[in-house]
């Protein structure tokens, strides 16, 4: 579950009850789900190759850089090289486990072909193509792939046949989080439960219960059971060896609820003949500090020299709609607990206070609206037409990329809350949050944004904390584009 904390999408009993019927009624094509999706994979990739040889060709043409021949070799072994790292497995990991070994495929196949046709003259011209080529295929490749996930979960193709085993209530979470999250390739279509378990809540279960824990040979699943999670050892040391509910190519998985080490950097290690849980905590090195800061400063000054004119012509609109400042400043709590100031083009008239206070005391669903999310759909206090814009595609937090560049917030990482924000949460959640720069997007804002109430923000900010690496910051970053584009969650 190394994709718990990404991605949270509304679902429930209804799509595991509808899944149910999809896999009495798909027949022939069901039985082939694995080629089918391996298929459509495939040529997602061949299709994202050519368009990246396109755009490279695209780049040569417009600079009169040389065109080199391993362009179209890396292109031919795209397919090769995703197989090897493991992306074509029919369902597999989550999507930021997948980008992450796209990422490994393509760079160790530029490497290679690189190494073995570099040219002895014009090296610097070849190595900007190269990269560039590279740049294309995991950018253009990512939303592809993204694309062709969500057709094959929409036709319910997407997800290996799973049973969940233990306890009802622990079963009864997991299938609603799988149900909530099907990119993650977990399709779960029964229960095993404990034989001593019940539903202590009383709520009808959301898949069928096909046995109990002591009866492992009279179980006879209707599907073929893919996948088998257990909650705890003791299930799975209960499974007989010759079980004829699992197949032999059955895959098990144990899931501990063990809330504090789960994410992509755990690690199983063996230790002569005994296994143990390695646990990496990667924003503790200076390494890693150095090189996400590293990453922020040359992708934010990028930005803001491409972006500067728009955000020119944005503040004298501002000007326009209303007397007062362009830009807006307000302190919140940074790095270590320090007070920054944010900066932000001003979307709200100059005595939003005032405007806030007045509709909070007339409105009392308003009212409601604002202790859960501290924000409100309708806001009395947004400048017409270009406050609305701003805040719906995210444009009035581009001065922040100035914050970034100055050292008092990152490209990534969780977002930064005001005083009376901060004080909703726990102090260890607190004391945990302000050890790690603030970010101008992030897990938050990308699957919930302002959809999502404080537990979410808490779970989703505890989870980039304890998992982050290059790979999810890259990932996150390129989840905000469609994110903005989409103006999911905005208000």
Not at 2 to 13: Q, S, V
Not at 15 to 37: A, E, M, Q, W
Not at 316 to 334: E, T
């Amino acid at each position: 579950m190394a994709d718990e904390g990404l991605n949270l999408h509304p679902a429930g009993p209804a799509r595991l009850r509808r899944r149910s019927r999809r896999d009495r009624d798909f027949g022939l094509v069901y039985r082939y789900r694995k080629p089918i999706v391996v298929a459509s994979l495939v040529c997602g990739d061949l299709a994202a190759a050519l368009a990246a040889i396109l755009c490279t060709h695209l780049l040569i043409r417009m600079t009169g850089l040389p065109s080199p021949a391993p362009q179209r070799v890396t292109a031919s072994f795209v397919v090769l090289a995703f197989f090897v790292v493991g992306l074509y497995t029919g369902s597999g990991p989550g999507p930021y486990e997948r980008f992450r070994l796209r990422s490994i495929g393509i760079a160790g196949l530029i490497a290679i072909s690189t190494i073995a046709t570099l040219p002895e003259r014009n090296v610097i011209d070849f190595m900007i193509v190269q990269f560039a080529n590279a740049a294309c295929l995991l950018l253009i490749g990512h939303y592809i792939e993204a694309t062709t996930r969500g057709l094959l979960i929409y036709t319910d193709l997407w997800g290996a046949s799973t049973v969940l085993v233990g306890a009802a209530d622990h079963c009864q979470k997991l299938a609603h989080l799988l149900a909530r999250n099907p990119e993650l390739g977990l399709k779960p279509i029964g229960l095993i439960r404990t034989a001593d378990a019940s539903n202590s809540k009383g709520e009808p279960f959301p898949i069928p219960v096909i046995g109990t824990t002591t009866d492992f040979g009279n179980i006879r699943p209707r599907t073929e059971i893919e996948v088998a999670v257990f909650a705890t050892t003791s299930e799975l040391a209960a499974v007989p060896r010759d079980c004829p509910a699992f197949a032999p190519s059955c895959c098990f998985m144990l899931l501990e609820d063990i809330h504090y080490i789960q994410g992509p950097w755990v690690h199983a290690r063996t230790m002569g003949t005994m296994i143990g849980v390695e646990i990496r905590r990667n924003l503790c090195s200076w390494q890693s500090r150095l090189l996400k800061r590293t990453f922020d400063i040359l992708v934010a000054i990028t930005i803001a020299l491409l972006v500067l004119p728009a955000v020119a012509l944005a503040a004298l609109m501002i000007k326009l709609v209303d007397q007062g400042p362009a830009f807006y400043v307000q302190k919140r709590i940074g790095h270590n607990g320090t007070t920054i100031k944010v900066l932000k083009l001003r979307t709200m008239y100059a005595d939003s206070e005032r405007l806030l206070e007045e509709h909070l005391r007339r409105d009392p669903q308003a009212r409601a609206e604002w202790q859960r999310f501290f924000k409100l759909r309708r806001d009395p206090r947004i400048l017409p037409i270009v406050g609305n814009f701003l805040r719906s595609s995210s444009a009035d937090e581009l001065p922040q990329l100035w914050n970034v560049i100055c050292g008092d917030m990152s490209l990534v990482g969780p977002r930064p809350l005001p005083a009376y924000h901060a004080e909703q949460f726990d102090e260890e959640f607190r004391l945990l949050r302000i050890g790690v720069m603030p970010g101008i997007t992030g897990l938050w804002q990308v699957s919930s944004r302002s959809d999502g109430d404080l537990q979410i923000l808490r779970e989703q900010d505890l989870f980039y904390i304890r998992n982050w690496s290059p790979w999810l910051d890259l990932y996150i970053l390129l989840q905000t584009v469609p994110a903005v584009l989409g103006a999911k969650g905005a208000r």
